[in-house]
Nanobody, 122 residues
Framework: VQLQASGGGLVQAGGSLRLSCAVS????????MGWFRQAPGKEREFVAA????????YYADSVKGRFTIARDNAKPTVYLQMNSLKPEDTAVYYC????????????????WGQGTLVTVSS
């Protein structure tokens, strides 16, 4: 499975961005797709996840109500719509995939994209 993240950029606080993660290679309905982020000087943290079947979504408390994860099986691509952005959302965002055997909110993902930088100015 190969993952290509894109869509990062510079945005003012309160603004929106949509990240995309293009997926190639073989996936199954049991796969879980996740978004993580790593801010300067901090550890990587879970942001959101979705089962490839689309039946379940998971969010970190810090982004609940502001971010939405979705997938398009036809493309296939996973999206992270980020609204009401805050300066503390500034980070490199990574998409990741796992076969679905580990917790969606943990970091036990097998495949990782290269990251895309999101900068939110105050």
């Amino acid at each position: 499975v190969q993952l290509q993240a894109s869509g990062g950029g510079l945005v003012q606080a309160g603004g929106s961005l949509r990240l995309s993660c293009a997926v190639s290679g073989r996936t199954f309905s049991s796969y879980i797709m996740g978004w993580f982020r790593q801010a300067p000087g901090k550890e990587r943290e879970f942001v959101a996840a979705i089962r490839w079947s689309g039946r379940s979504t998971y969010y970190a408390d810090s982004v609940k109500g502001r971010f939405t994860i979705a997938r398009d099986n036809a493309k296939p691509t996973v999206y992270l719509q980020m609204n009401s952005l805050k300066p503390e959302d500034t980070a490199v965002y990574y998409c990741a995939a796992q076969p679905g055997l580990a917790s969606p909110v943990g970091n036990e993902y097998d495949y990782w994209g290269q990251g895309t930088l999101v900068t939110v100015s105050s």
